[in-house]
């Protein structure tokens, strides 16, 4: 039996049931059933707003020398420097993404913006944030503006 994404920490009948059957509970909660090191699957929010540094307004994707990719540079905790590509939609100048991860713990997250794909022009990236990740499935970067000379 495995735990569902983002219920780690709500599963006190589970947890007796658990128990009873003989299953391993983690310390937050989760049933381990041996398909990941911790016994949940930890899902991390990534936001991101695209600013002009011409006039510190916010623009579209589109407006933003035609921007089609946000892609969040993730690594720590045993993960490679690892990209995760978002569409861009033209019309948006602001959005969200979820990166599934394998393990909770402390990533290093820097986001990207690209026009042409993920291998494309790019057009901004942002500092390194680090973000810890837990299995409430309510991890979540803070809104990290991506600044265009548009």
Not at 68 to 86: E, H, Q, S
Not at 111 to 128: A, C, I, K, R
Request: charged share 10%.
């Amino acid at each position: 039996m495995k735990a569902s994404k983002g219920n780690c920490r709500s599963m006190g009948a589970s947890m007796l049931f658990a128990a009873v059957a003989g299953l391993a509970v983690s310390a937050s909660g989760c049933i381990i059933d041996g398909s990941s090191n911790n016994g949940c699957s930890p899902d991390l929010t990534v936001s991101w707003r695209i600013v002009s540094n011409l006039d510190n307004q916010v623009i579209t994707c589109a407006e933003a020398g035609g921007a089609d990719t946000v892609t969040a540079m993730i690594d720590g905790n045993g993960l490679a420097l690892t990209p995760f590509d978002a569409v861009c939609p033209g019309n948006q100048s602001q959005g969200s993404f979820i990166v599934p991860l394998d393990l909770t713990g402390t990533y290093n997250v820097s986001l990207e913006l690209h026009s042409g794909g993920g291998n494309g022009t790019l057009l901004s990236e942002t500092p390194v944030l680090v973000q810890p990740v837990d299995c409430s499935g309510l991890s979540q970067t803070p809104r990290a503006d991506l600044f265009v000379n548009f």
